[in-house]
T-cell receptor, first 112, second 112 residues
């Protein structure tokens, strides 16, 4: 079974731009979560979706948003990029609420 | 709210020696506990997990972890490390609010 895939793997943007990242979960997984990883803050939870509904959101500004489609694929969007948004963005999928999360390889976003 | 503490930022161990990584968690209910490993530039790979039952859990790559409720700990061990075990290790606690909370990570260096 294929793992979690994320596209693109690398992205360079400039301040003020917006960006959309994509995540395809493992087949049969209906829950998708997003995490931001930075050297200073570590791994921080962004949001989680299940059956197209956001069930939880981390402590991030409204510039960070996401959505999930009927095929469970998910996108996250960051508007008005800031230098501090440079990070590795990880997507994870799981079958049910208390199941194990399986992570994708991440998208490395660099904001110049 | 749940939280995870990994007291050791960096550990250096000789190849063939034993390894123990410490993890302490804070969570009001029965926790779901995980250990993940991350190689440079990669996503997170699940090593093992604890949901309930036997407090000593076996994982991949020869790792094991022991859940001790009285100490709020979930330490990771490996009897004999290999050079390929050099990576960053993350302990995480899951909860019923659909997210994982991660520790800051422990970087393991293996010397020949």
């Amino acid at each position: 079974k294929a793992g979690v895939t994320q596209t693109p793997r690398y992205l360079i943007k400039t301040r003020g731009q917006q960006v959309t990242l994509s995540c395809s979960p493992i087949s049969g997984h209906r829950s998708v979560s997003w995490y931001q990883q930075t050297p200073g803050q570590g791994l921080q939870f962004l949001f989680e979706y299940f059956s197209e509904t956001q069930r939880n959101k981390g402590n991030f500004p409204g510039r960070f948003s996401g959505r999930q489609f009927s095929n469970s694929r998910s996108e996250m969007n960051v508007s008005t990029l800031e230098l501090g948004d440079s990070a590795l963005y990880l997507c994870a999928s799981k079958v049910a609420a208390t199941d194990t999360q399986y992570f994708g390889p991440g998208t490395r976003l660099t904001v110049l | 709210a749940q939280s995870v503490t990994q007291p050791d930022i960096h550990i250096t161990v000789s190849e063939g020696a034993s390894l123990e990584l410490r993890c302490n968690y804070s969570y009001g209910a029965t926790p779901y506990l995980f250990w993940y490993v991350q190689s440079p530039g990669q996503g997170l790979q699940l090593l093992l997990k604890y949901f309930s039952g036997d407090t000593l859990v076996q994982g991949i790559k020869g790792f094991e972890a022991e859940f001790k409720r009285s100490q709020s700990s979930f330490n990771l061990r490996k009897p004999s490390v290999h050079w390929s075990d050099a990576a960053e290790y993350f302990c995480a606690v899951g909860s019923n609010d659909y997210k994982l909370s991660f520790g800051a990570g422990t970087t393991v260096t293996v010397r020949a």
